[in-house]
T-cell receptor
Framework: AQTVTQSQPEMSVQEAETVTLSCTYD???????LFWYKQPPSRQMILVIR??????QNATENRFSVNFQKAAKSFSLKISDSQLGDTAMYFC???????????FGQGTTLQVKP | DVKVTQSSRYLVKRTGEKVFLECVQD?????MFWYRQDPGLGLRLIYF???????EKGDIPEGYSVSREKKERFSLILESASTNQTSMYLC??????????????FGQGTRLTVV
């Protein structure tokens, strides 16, 4: 069975500082993708960053980067130079290339403080 | 822009009613998903579909059914609504998960209250 676990229900960070959100997952498949999605108060889910499991290099998107540890099945999100607009709920997700199944974790609510 | 449209943003239904939640996507995506979102539980997969008339159970299918008669439309059906189905429901769609730009796109969500 596939699972995604986010063990930090809430986090806060000062504006301009760096924060890391944790995610662990479990899957027996070899072809899969990992995602971080952001859900602001508007409720619209927005893709932040994706990682293909077969790529060893960690994905980066501007201020967002991941630490992908495949053997440990860990996929953390680092947000640098945090901005007030980063305040949102963040979800980690695991997608199977074989079955198409896409599952999410419990979410981490991040508050960026001025 | 990719659009995933859910038929209602807010819905109030009575216990025992049959409820239809509709989702339409305009990107010719193969995959479509229904999730429910509850505080502390995150997004839980109810059903997904990888092709017309094909469906797979997710992690919490009990009390729900789905229909996909056309590629662009994926309906979630609550056969007899109960108060424990009060929740936020999110629909998503994607191409098959392959390639550099793969991602799922989401609708705006339907907040369903069963009274």
């Amino acid at each position: 069975a596939q699972t995604v676990t986010q063990s930090q229900p809430e986090m806060s960070v000062q504006e301009a500082e760096t924060v890391t959100l944790s995610c662990t997952y479990d899957t027996s498949e070899s072809n899969y993708y990992l995602f971080w999605y952001k859900q602001p108060p508007s409720r619209q889910m927005i893709l932040v960053i994706r990682q293909e499991a077969y790529k060893q290099q960690n994905a980066t998107e501007n201020r967002f980067s991941v630490n992908f540890q495949k053997a440990a099945k860990s996929f953390s999100l680092k947000i640098s130079d945090s901005q007030l607009g980063d305040t949102a709920m963040y979800f980690c997700a695991l997608g199977s290339s074989n079955t198409g199944k896409l599952i999410f974790g419990q979410g981490t609510t991040l508050q960026v403080k001025p | 822009d990719v659009k995933v449209t859910q038929s209602s943003r807010y819905l109030v239904k009575r216990t025992g009613e049959k409820v239809f939640l509709e989702c339409v996507q305009d990107m010719d995506h193969e995959n479509m998903f229904w999730y429910r979102q509850d505080p502390g539980l995150g997004l839980r997969l109810i059903y997904f579909s990888y092709d017309v008339k094909m469906k797979e159970k997710g992690d919490i299918p009990e009390g729900y059914s789905v229909s996909r008669e056309k590629k662009e439309r994926f309906s979630l059906i609550l056969e007899s609504a109960s108060t424990n189905q009060t929740s936020m429901y999110l629909c998503a769609s994607s191409f098959i998960l392959t390639g550099e730009n793969t991602e799922a796109f989401f609708g705006q969500g339907t907040r369903l209250t069963v009274v």
